[in-house]
């Protein structure tokens, strides 16, 4: 498991100077050019070249992406051309609520969705089919509407939450929670679907093993069949895909938080793509990579932990 | 657990089909509406009527009118062609790209496997939507492009989900079975491995395909899909929230088109789903259900119960009496596929089970466990096992025999254990439950158990799990199970068949043992001459779910007294004499649904005449400790060569 854990992150590193170095160029391919956005229309040729020069703007691609690999070293990731503050900082400021967002959706969505996929898959029937009609619309719904939705019943018509912000933990613990409610709502229910309908075909899957059958037939209990047994086979491919759901929440915290306006890495990434801000843009691929990274590493490890027969291997 | 995959996936195809059938017709309205929709929509999505601005539904604007005063309904007939083209180029990619993958990375191992995963996960951790602003920046509101990256960007999903399954498929030893013998690589992916894993891919693209439109939906809301004013789902979802204090109601029908076309895509691909489950799902089994069944009963029990507790037999410690179970067919039709089964174990006793394949040898034993496959039931006659009748138990304590007094051995050693779980925890659980006490007192016990069924190093065995046994050890531990809740009676279904030779004897001379030892009663389930004789003090003989022949393992075997007897013995290969041409029973045992009239055996019978085929024919005494179900007893064995081929 240990040698699992340290074969992945050997492997992270090359992975990570690939997808940095891909998105480098992908990212230069933007047209619009920073300094001039910077400048706007009214600066003169020499003021531009100028900031050019001084943004690195005027050196080759590799040169550029040398100097910026350097810098990560350090732990320095340049400095946003739009507000002069350095990239960490602002991105650091905003990984705590991206984080806090996605694990409270994906700890509603899990719940819920192995709980609701368990049901359905053992019980069937008319409670089957309203688990099935609920998770489904989790899929249908677009958590842009429906984070719309939710704004004008709860925000708007029934002023219960707030429509949009963020309230730090730490100036008041009642009105963070008050602010988490909706976005949360928003990523949870979209996740959920998979979640069900992953638990359910895994349940329905593992309830028609021989294993099962042996152990009914010498008088497990069922509710230990169900609960110890099926679920802790079932929870394999579920696992998979909670890992693939925690990357798709990353990607939904792009919309949702800006539909909230909270101020995370996903409402950030828009904003630095639509000003060109550069450096910032690189350190959100760099953020964003390292957290996949992360996440596959711990789906693997989950794995493992819950499949014997990976373990060993 | 009231009910079972197979009753309820059957019960979904039924009741889903109108959903299905209204999915795929809502689809084919989105189709219809977007191909043609220059020709069907009522006004020109790109003309402005100022004059009727945020107009509600009305005659002539079915579905009211936007802030600009377009036709609501137009805009979104249009927008459905953007839309769906999307989700077409990401699908396809994502296709094309993620099951050859996945397949080959599952299939092959070695290093394809780690170059197609290292490039997957490269994928997979590039930052999809950041990747997607600039693509669309890059492409300047070129829809195609981000599609068919987000497409690609799907891909790796596709890929570990085709390569999961297809590496559980691999797993399977049927799949080495197919390589052993010698079929082409290309030929056991396609026609073993890719129809267990069609599944999950139909499942994975019915996900898959709405995400892809939503991701449609997404760009086009973000401003970032075809430029104002053409029309777009997305966008129109975007327009109406900026107005959504004054007008809700423009919410609504771009909404509810995104949704309904999601869900339509969703409702389709479960139902392609669950009729690929069905084709390969594996019977199952299941407590009794409750739920009455709706089946006619069409076969009744034509014959004459037994003649009371069968000639011989020691007081049964289990006996059945007339049992007779029922299975519904696809059609919903009861049909018979064990009739009348009557015979006794007694205590310390042994009884082996004998007949050919489908004969109804391992329902019996479900039956007796009251674990008949979906809606089986048990439609005529009693189950006796120490002074309880179990058919008339409830579940619960039905399943307070199980175990305790009955214990359960399987066929495949290699899948009857929960491979998730030690073999120790898993024997320590059961004595948990049947015995009670600590886990350390059950723990123990557990290994006592493991050396018990004679393996050595049991500590140690039980540290591993299943997959790190042996098939032999495998069963030992099984065996070791069954036992853990000490029962009187072990039912062993098949228990040596899935096992090497040389593997086999050791098997049956531990149930020797463990009869001699613990004054177990054995009911073995075998086709295995051999078997049986080695174990067994009395034999059993079904066809066809009848029980044509019984009596003790001597008279049985020097004084067949059922023609089907008879044909058994002489096409054992055991029992031929060296050099002599093995003898074969013509024919093949009917399928339950198709048992001839009278004798269930006279199609297959050398000494068949017209009269058996008529009347039912009754088990009756035919010799000191024998019946039989045949009307020419005493003809039996005066064939002589009759079966030699």
């Not at chain 2, 094309?96 to 994928?123: E, F, N, Q």
């Not at chain 2, 327009?239 to 088109?257: F, H, N, T």
């Not at chain 2, 009884?351 to 439609?379: D, H, N």
Request: charged fraction near 15%.
């Amino acid at each position: 498991m240990l040698s699992l854990i340290a074969r992945r992150l050997v492997w992270a590193l090359p992975l990570l100077l690939v997808v940095s170095a891909l998105s480098f160029v992908l990212v230069s391919l933007v047209p619009g050019d920073p300094a001039r956005a910077i400048l706007g229309p009214d600066a003169s040729q020499a003021q531009y070249l100028l900031l050019r020069r001084q943004l690195g703007l005027d050196q080759p691609l590799y040169l550029q992406y040398y100097d910026w690999l350097r810098g990560v070293v350090h732990g320095n990731l340049g400095i946003s051309l739009f507000t002069g503050e350095p990239v960490t900082t602002i991105l650091n400021q905003r990984l705590g609520v991206s984080l806090t967002l996605i694990a409270a959706a994906l700890l509603v969505a899990a719940v819920a969705g192995v709980a609701l996929g368990t049901l359905s898959a053992v019980r069937g029937g008319r409670l089957g089919r309203a688990v099935d009609a609920v998770a489904m619309l989790g899929l249908a719904v677009p958590s842009f509407w429906l984070a719309l939705l939710l704004i004008a019943v709860f925000a708007v018509g029934v002023p219960l939450f707030p429509a949009t912000g963020w309230v730090p933990f730490s100036t008041s613990p009642a009105g963070w929670l008050h602010a988490l409610v909706l976005p949360v709502a928003t990523l949870a229910f979209s996740a959920l679907t998979i979640i069900v309908v992953q638990t359910r075909d895994a349940m329905l899957d593992v309830l028609s093993r021989d294993f099962i059958q042996v152990l009914r037939a010498n008088g497990f209990p069922a509710r230990s069949i169900l609960l110890r047994h099926a679920l802790r086979n079932a929870a394999i491919p579920v696992v998979t895909v909670l890992g693939i759901i925690f990357i798709g929440l990353l990607t939904a915290t792009v919309l949702v938080e800006t539909v909230f306006a909270l101020p995370g890495l996903g409402s950030q990434a828009v904003e630095a793509a639509t000003q060109h801000d550069l450096p910032v843009i690189q350190g959100e691929v760099l953020y964003f990579t390292v957290i996949v990274v992360l996440v596959n590493l711990l789906t693997d490890v989950a794995y493992g932990l819950l499949d014997p027969r990976v373990r060993v291997r | 657990m009231s009910s079972t995959a197979r009753a309820q996936s059957g019960r979904w195809r039924q009741l889903r089909q109108p959903a299905a059938a209204a999915a795929l017709a809502w689809l084919a309205l989105v189709l219809t509406g977007a191909v043609f929709a220059s020709l069907l929509a009522p006004d020109n999505p790109a003309a402005a009527d100022l004059n009727s601005v945020l107009a509600g539904p009305s005659a002539h604007h079915l579905l009211g009118t936007d802030a600009l005063g377009y036709d609501v309904l137009s805009r979104l007939m249009y927008g459905g062609q953007t839309a769906l083209i999307g989700v077409a180029e990401a699908v396809a990619v994502c296709l094309l790209v993620g099951v050859p993958l996945g397949l080959a990375a599952g299939y092959l191992g070695g290093w394809p496997d780690r170059v197609i995963s290292r490039v997957s996960d490269l994928v997979l951790a590039i930052p999809a939507v950041i990747v997607l602003l600039v693509v669309v920046s890059i492409f300047a509101s070129n829809q195609t492009a981000a599609m068919l990256m987000f497409g690609l960007l799907g891909a790796p999903v596709m890929m570990r989900i085709t390569r999961a399954s297809t590496l559980t498929v691999r797993g399977e030893q049927f799949i080495d079975a197919a390589w052993v013998s010698g079929l082409s690589q290309l030929r056991i992916l396609r026609s073993h491995v890719l129809p267990r894993i069609l599944s999950t891919v139909i499942v994975q693209i019915s996900l898959f395909a709405p995400v892809a439109l939503l991701m449609e939906c997404t760009l086009c809301f973000l401003g970032l899909g075809p430029a104002p004013p053409q029309p777009s789902w997305g966008g129109a979802v975007y327009d109406a929230s900026q107005v959504i204090q004054r007008d809700p109601w423009l919410l609504v029908p771009s909404g509810l088109v995104i949704a309904a076309t999601i869900l339509a895509f969703g409702i389709v691909g479960n139902a392609l789903r669950d009729t690929s489950v069905a084709a390969w799902s594996p019977t199952q089994l299941s407590p009794k259900t409750k739920t009455k069944t709706k089946t006619k009963t069409k076969t009744k029990p034509k014959t004459q119960p037994a003649p009371g507790p069968d000639a011989g037999a020691a007081p049964g410690l289990l006996r059945l009496d007339g049992l007779t179970i029922e299975i519904p067919s696809r059609s919903g039709a009861a049909v018979t596929v064990v009739q009348d089964v009557s015979f006794s174990i007694g205590p310390g006793e042994s009884v082996g089970v004998v007949g050919e394949s489908s004969c109804g040898k391992t329902m019996t034993a479900r039956g007796i466990l009251g674990l008949l496959p979906g809606a089986g039931r048990v439609a005529a006659g009693r189950c006796w096992f120490d002074g309880q009748e179990l058919t008339s138990l409830t579940p619960r304590q039905l399943n307070a025999v199980r175990g305790r007094k009955i214990g359960f051995v399987a066929q495949e050693p290699m899948v009857s254990l929960d491979p998730t779980g030690t073999v120790g925890g898993l024997i320590a659980e059961a004595v948990r439950h049947h015995r009670g006490g600590s886990r350390q007192q059950a723990h123990n016990r557990a290994i006592e158990l493991l050396a018990s069924v004679r393996l050595p190093e049991p500590a140690a065995v039980a540290r591993r799990y299943p997959h790190q046994l042996s098939g032999g050890m495998a069963q030992r531990a099984a065996i070791a199970l069954a036992l853990a809740g000490d029962p009187a009676l072990l039912i062993a279904d098949e228990p040596t068949t899935a096992l090497d030779v040389t593997v086999q004897d050791g098997i049956l001379g531990l149930l020797h043992e463990l009869r001699r030892e613990r004054g177990l009663s054995i009911l073995l389930i075998s086709h295995d001459w051999g078997v049986v004789t080695d174990v067994c003090d009395r034999i059993v003989v079904m066809y066809a779910g009848q029980v044509v022949e019984q009596g003790s393992t001597e008279e049985l075997f020097a004084r067949p007294r059922h023609p089907y007897t008879e044909g058994l013995l002489a096409a054992n290969p055991h029992l031929a004499q060296a050099q002599a041409t093995l003898a074969t029973i013509r024919g093949t045992v009917p399928a339950p649904a198709h048992w001839p009239a009278g004798c269930h055996f006279h199609p297959r019978c050398p000494y068949a005449t017209q009269q058996c085929g008529q009347e039912a024919v009754p088990l009756v005494t035919a010799g000191p400790d024998s019946m039989s179900r045949c009307l020419h007893i005493d003809r039996v064995g005066t064939a002589g060569g009759r079966y030699a081929s």
